[in-house]
C-alpha cells in the first residue's frame, strides 16, 4: 500500500490508548497523527510513560473536533464510559470512521444502558448505527461499517467460547454460568483503593456479582445467536496479576457430543479466523499462553456423569479484549488483511 492512513487516538494515556500506540506503530499502513488526552494536553507522552521516550516524541493534544478533521482519517475513542457518547457523534458527523472501546454504544437500547453504566446513553440514532465489533463474528457488518463498537474484554472472550456451541443448539440456553478471572489493568490506571498493591497482592476476590456492566452485552449477543432470551450467571473476580482473562464456562448438553465433536465443531467456525485457536482434546489454556498478543485460546471437557460441559476462554485484556481487536476491526473495515500489524506472538515466560 502507497499511501498510509492516519490514525487519531483518545484516551492516549490510558491502558487502552497506549496499547493501540504500542500496536499500531507496527502497522504497515498506519501512521499515528494525533495522540489526544483532555486531561494531559500540551505534556509529552513520555512523561506520563517513560517507556515511550525517543520511540514516540508526540505532545498531546486536547479535543478538538476541527484539529481531529484535519489531521486523521480514522478515530480510536479510549475514554471513560459516558464520554464517548458525546464525543462519537462529533467525529462521525465530521465524516471520520470511528472505533470506540468504551461500552457507550454497545447496548442497543438505552434504557438498559442507563441501567447497568449509571450514565445517560447515547442518542439512539447513533446506537443503531453502531456496529458491534466482534470480529470473528460479525466480520461482514464491521466491513461495511464506518462506525464500530469495539467489544468489552469480559464478553470477548466469554462470547468467542460460548457462541458456537450455542449457535449449534448443543447447549441448553438457560444453563449458562461464566465464572470470569482478570488481571488488574482491567481497571484502567485510575486510582482506587480496589486495585491499591496491598489490596490485590497475595488476594483473590470476586467483585460485582450480579451486577457486572458487561452482564447485558454478552446477553444481548447470545440472545441474537439463540434466537431466544439468555440469561446467564456472571461472576466476576480480580487476581493477582497484571494481564490476562481467564473464562471458565460451564452448561448442560442437550446433544450427546464428544471432546472430539467440540474441537471440530469450533475449528470449523473460526476456520479462517487467525486469532481463535482451538485446543486438542486434554489441553487447556492458561493467559501468559496469550499475553501480549490478539490471540483467544479455547479448550473443552465434556463431563459424561453430569451431562455438563466446560468451556475454557484466555485472552489479553488490553489486546484481544481491546486495542488488538480495535485494530483487527480497522483492517476489517478498510479491507485488509484481519490479522496486518497484529502478527506477533505471545510474550513467554
Not at 52 to 59: A, C, F, H, K, Q
Request: with cysteine; charged share 20%; aromatic share 8%.
Amino acid at each position: 500500500m502507497n499511501t498510509k492512513i492516519r490514525a487519531a487516538i483518545i484516551g492516549s494515556t490510558g491502558y487502552g490508548g497506549v496499547e493501540l500506540i504500542r500496536l499500531l506503530l507496527q502497522h504497515p499502513n498506519v501512521t499515528i497523527t494525533s495522540v489526544i488526552s483532555s486531561s494531559q494536553a500540551g505534556t509529552l507522552i513520555a512523561d506520563g510513560f517513560p517507556h515511550l521516550v525517543e520511540i514516540v516524541v508526540d505532545t498531546l493534544d486536547g479535543i478538538d473536533i476541527d484539529l481531529i478533521r484535519s489531521k486523521a482519517d480514522v478515530v480510536f475513542a479510549a475514554t471513560p464510559h459516558g464520554v464517548s457518547s458525546q464525543l462519537v457523534p462529533q467525529l462521525l458527523e465530521a465524516g471520520l470512521k470511528v472505533i470506540d472501546l468504551s461500552g457507550d454504544f454497545r447496548l442497543k437500547s438505552g434504557e438498559t444502558y442507563e441501567q447497568w453504566y449509571k450514565h445517560q446513553p447515547a442518542q439512539s440514532e447513533f446506537l443503531e448505527q453502531a456496529v458491534y465489533g466482534l470480529a470473528e463474528v460479525y466480520a461482514d457488518d464491521v466491513k461495511n461499517a464506518s462506525f464500530i463498537s469495539n467489544p468489552g474484554c469480559y464478553p470477548t472472550a466469554a462470547l468467542l467460547g460460548l457462541i458456537p456451541i450455542l449457535g449449534a443448539e448443543w447447549i441448553d440456553p438457560k444453563s449458562i454460568i461464566i465464572d470470569a478471572k482478570s488481571g488488574v489493568s482491567g481497571a484502567g490506571r485510575g486510582l482506587n483503593m480496589g486495585v491499591h498493591y496491598s489490596e490485590v497482592n497475595d488476594n483473590f476476590k470476586a467483585y460485582k456479582i450480579n451486577k457486572h456492566q458487561h452482564t447485558p452485552e454478552i446477553e444481548q449477543t447470545l440472545s441474537s445467536i439463540a434466537e431466544q432470551d439468555v440469561k446467564v450467571t456472571f461472576t466476576t473476580h480480580l487476581v493477582p496479576m497484571t494481564r490476562g482473562i481467564m473464562c471458565t464456562m460451564y452448561g448442560n448438553l442437550i446433544e450427546s457430543v464428544s471432546n472430539d465433536n467440540l474441537i471440530d465443531l469450533y475449528k470449523r467456525y473460526y476456520d479462517g479466523r487467525p486469532f481463535v485457536r482451538v485446543r486438542d482434546e486434554g489441553k487447556w489454556p492458561a493467559t501468559k499462553e496469550v499475553s501480549g498478543s490478539n490471540y483467544c485460546d479455547i479448550g473443552f471437557a465434556v463431563d459424561e456423569r453430569t451431562g455438563r460441559v466446560t468451556i475454557i476462554s484466555v485472552i489479553d485484556n488490553l489486546v484481544k479484549g481491546a486495542a488488538g481487536q480495535a485494530i483487527q476491526n480497522m483492517n476489517i473495515m478498510m479491507g485488509w488483511n484481519e490479522a496486518e500489524g497484529l502478527r506477533m506472538s505471545p510474550v513467554y515466560p
